[in-house]
Antibody, heavy 119, light 110 residues
Framework: QVQLVESGGGLVKPGGSLRLSCSASGFTFSDYYMSWIRQAPGKGLEWISYISLSGTNIYYADSVKGRFTISRDNAKNSLYLQMNSLRADDTAVYYC????????????WGQGALVTVSS | QSALTQPASVSGSPGQSITISCTGTSSDVGNYIFVSWYQQHPGKAPRLIIYQVHKRPSGVSNRFSGSKSGNTASLTVSGLQAEDEADYYCCSYAGSNTVMFGGGTKLTVL
């Protein structure tokens, strides 16, 4: 069955960095566009980044552009999010999600990784 | 980018139907078929229930239906059940390979 498992969350100081990973199984990872989506505590969902099948095409929300970097390793069935210059308002649960056929919807989600930015 | 507009809460009794609206602009909801809806129970990941305005993924109850008129998309839940109590989010393609979500609607089954 399809599984997405995020890891790498934790507590980091403002201005610090963190790298999230998402391990995929149960499907051919290289056949799917992938995204990161976050949810601040008690708040709604916010899409933050997309990556194409080979990683050639990458897109970001304005809120993270220039600070976050999405990448993938198809040989390892893994998706990554490098987060730099973290701010308090980046505190959220970060989900990786699969987009079938780049149709701008997300059919499978991971369980989420909590990132807390606080001094 | 502003979030799509959803009512903060809706409620209904078991067996009734409710509709949740999702209002965007001609640059997002009004211009594309890529509108989707997600159900999220507390402490859980979101679950896709509607995509491309009105399509249901395999395994999703036909009590969930979607539609769109102009810049507003709608999710209707018919035959309300206790298990439908959750947060619901709409989502739309917004051009330039970006996506935006609505602010979310809390559905309470009375």
């Amino acid at each position: 069955q399809v599984q997405l498992v995020e890891s790498g969350g934790g507590l980091v100081k403002p201005g610090g960095s963190l790298r999230l990973s998402c391990s995929a199984s149960g499907f051919t990872f290289s056949d799917y566009y992938m995204s990161w989506i976050r949810q601040a505590p008690g708040k709604g969902l916010e899409w933050i980044s997309y990556i194409s099948l080979s990683g050639t095409n990458i897109y970001y929300a304005d809120s993270v552009k220039g600070r976050f970097t999405i990448s993938r390793d198809n040989a390892k069935n893994s998706l990554y999010l490098q987060m730099n210059s973290l701010r308090a308002d980046d505190t959220a649960v970060y989900y990786c999600a699969r987009d079938p056929e780049w149709n701008y919807h997300f059919d499978y989600w991971g369980q989420g990784a909590l990132v807390t930015v606080s001094s | 980018q502003s979030a799509l507009t959803q009512p903060a809460s809706v409620s209904g009794s078991p067996g009734q139907s409710i509709t949740i609206s999702c209002t965007g602009t001609s640059s997002d909801v009004g211009n594309y078929i890529f509108v989707s809806w997600y159900q999220q129970h507390p402490g859980k990941a979101p679950r896709l229930i509607i995509y491309q305005v009105h399509k249901r993924p395999s395994g999703v109850s036909n009590r969930f239906s979607g539609s769109k008129s102009g810049n507003t998309a709608s999710l209707t839940v018919s035959g309300l059940q206790a298990e439908d109590e959750a947060d619901y989010y709409c989502c739309s393609y917004a051009g330039s390979n970006t996506v935006m979500f609505g602010g979310g609607t809390k559905l309470t089954v009375l």
